[in-house]
């Protein structure tokens, strides 16, 4: 087929996701390579989000294809209830790189499916039935995972697809405070807020987090954050979800977030980057303790595909190339530079807000006006299918072979971890020119 002829058929006929479905034209992506794609015309494209977060290891990882292709080889797929080979080493992997602890695996094919076993293990073995999240947060499309999050994209669903027993809690967004007030002088008051929840609600049987937030801004905590969220969920005896689909990985300098900060959840999920993204997997992670509660009783959760062979082959693959290749040490390393670069943007546009992140993760906000830090654009104006400025600006990057993430009012830029330096520098420059669009459309007036 050519790009025309494909492109025909796909937009014809194919959903696609979290937009109106009209005036749909994908671009034609016909094979990758590193930090790299290419499209049906052959040209050439800086992945400069890792497509959704996820292609950690950059596209066609030699060893991570290797291995699917010798997997398929050999068992392509097993039921759930078998033991495999590539079942115990995938084990035996995560138990070296995960925090100490979680060492219970269900194995699931995405982040989503990830959240929605955790959410239920949590409910089940605790007997309750509530569970704190935060509004500025995105954990899956199924329904429970839905229900928690607080964003855009749990509106239009939820009277269908609610589960009850969800609370939101404030974030901890120092640069748009929800209580108003400034850091360090708040005395962290967005979790503390999280103590008196707990108090007063009852029936509560997880929070829910990301660690650092992941499509809803990038937001990384303040440092003393975490650690006193994981002591107020204990003191409270609720359970404490990490959700690490995206901030896992490597992608913040660590294996895992909470590792900057030494907290250990009582579970932890994640996908997209435990494969790099090159086959769907999701992994739920639990203490012992945990899955010792349905030692005796009846574990009501399975799929199809759980420890599906072929995903979990190219993820002991995954694992061995984050080292062999010193990943985590890079993203750390990168990440410093990717702020440094990026803060020296940022002086130079009336249209940047804040720029923040960790490791090879991090943000541009876009604002009108950089002193009352009014945004461009709305989750309303997402709904309701309205131009974005921050869309407009991706879309100026892409016409400079740049890909880039945009979500409502911010960019988020996370290249794989393989990135060059010359690579970055690239696609740092492109999104210093772009930035005119949304300088442009700001407020004039001084620039403090």
């Known amino acids: 087929m050519d790009g025309e002829e494909i492109q025909r058929i796909v937009r014809e006929t194919n959903y696609v996701t979290w937009r109106r479905q009209g005036g749909w034209n994908p671009l034609v992506v016909t094979r990758a390579e590193?930090?790299?794609?290419?499209?049906?015309?052959?040209r050439e494209y800086l992945d400069f989000s890792s497509q959704l977060i996820a292609t950690n290891l950059g596209h066609q990882n030699p060893a991570v294809v290797e291995a699917i292709a010798a997997q398929a080889k050999v068992l392509s797929y097993a039921v759930p209830g078998f033991?495999?080979?590539?079942?115990?080493?995938?084990?035996?992997?995560?138990?070296?790189?995960?925090?100490?602890?979680?060492?219970?695996?269900?194995?699931?094919?995405?982040?989503?499916?990830?959240?929605?076993?955790?959410?239920?293990?949590?409910?089940?073995?605790?007997?309750?039935?509530k569970v704190v999240a935060r509004y500025r947060s995105y954990h899956g499309a199924t329904a429970a995972s839905i229900s928690v999050t607080g964003e855009v994209r749990r509106r239009p669903i939820e009277r269908v697809q609610r589960v009850p027993g969800t609370v939101f809690a404030p974030d901890c967004y120092c640069y748009r405070c929800p209580l108003g007030l400034t850091y360090p002088d708040c005395g962290v008051a967005c979790a503390e807020y999280v103590d008196y929840q707990l108090e007063r609600e009852g029936d509560v049987a997880a929070m829910i987090v990301e660690p650092v937030v992941g499509t809803n801004g990038v937001i990384v905590p303040v440092p003393e954050y975490l650690p006193r969220i994981r002591e107020i969920t204990r003191a409270h005896d609720v359970l404490l979800i990490a959700d690490e689909v995206m901030s896992a990985w490597g992608r913040v300098g660590e294996w895992f977030a909470v590792d900057h900060w030494g907290v250990r959840p009582d579970l932890l999920t994640t996908a997209k980057g435990i494969t790099g993204a090159h086959i769907p997997l999701g992994l739920t992670a639990t203490t012992a303790k945990l899955h010792d509660t349905f030692r005796d009783a009846y574990f009501p959760h399975g799929h199809t595909y759980e420890a599906h062979p072929l995903t979990l082959a190219p993820a002991v693959a995954a694992i061995g190339e984050y080292r062999r290749l010193d990943l985590i040490a890079k993203s750390a390393r990168d990440g410093e530079y990717l702020l440094g670069r990026l803060r020296e943007i940022a002086a130079r546009h009336r249209s940047v807000g804040e720029v923040r992140g960790l490791g090879l993760f991090a943000a541009v906000e876009l604002v009108k006006n950089r002193v009352t830090k009014e945004p461009f654009n709305t989750e309303a104006d997402k709904l309701a299918g309205r131009p974005l400025v921050a869309e407009a600006v991706t879309a100026a990057m892409m016409q400079q072979g740049v890909y880039c993430v945009a979500w409502v009012s911010h960019l988020v830029i996370a290249p794989p971890l393989i990135v060059t330096r010359?690579?970055?520098?690239?696609?740092?420059?492109?999104?210093?020119?772009?930035?005119?669009?949304?300088?442009?459309?700001?407020?004039?007036?001084?620039?403090t």
């Open 34 to 42: 590193g930090s790299k794609f290419w499209d049906a015309a052959g």
């Open 83 to 129: 033991a495999t080979e590539p079942r115990a080493r995938l084990s035996a992997a995560l138990l070296e790189v995960l925090p100490k602890g979680l060492d219970r695996f269900f194995f699931s094919t995405s982040g989503t499916e990830a959240n929605e076993a955790a959410l239920k293990i949590a409910r089940v073995a605790t007997g309750r039935t």
């Open 422 to 447: 010359e690579e970055l520098d690239r696609g740092l420059d492109v999104l210093d020119g772009a930035l005119a669009v949304a300088d442009a459309k700001a407020d004039p007036g001084p620039e």
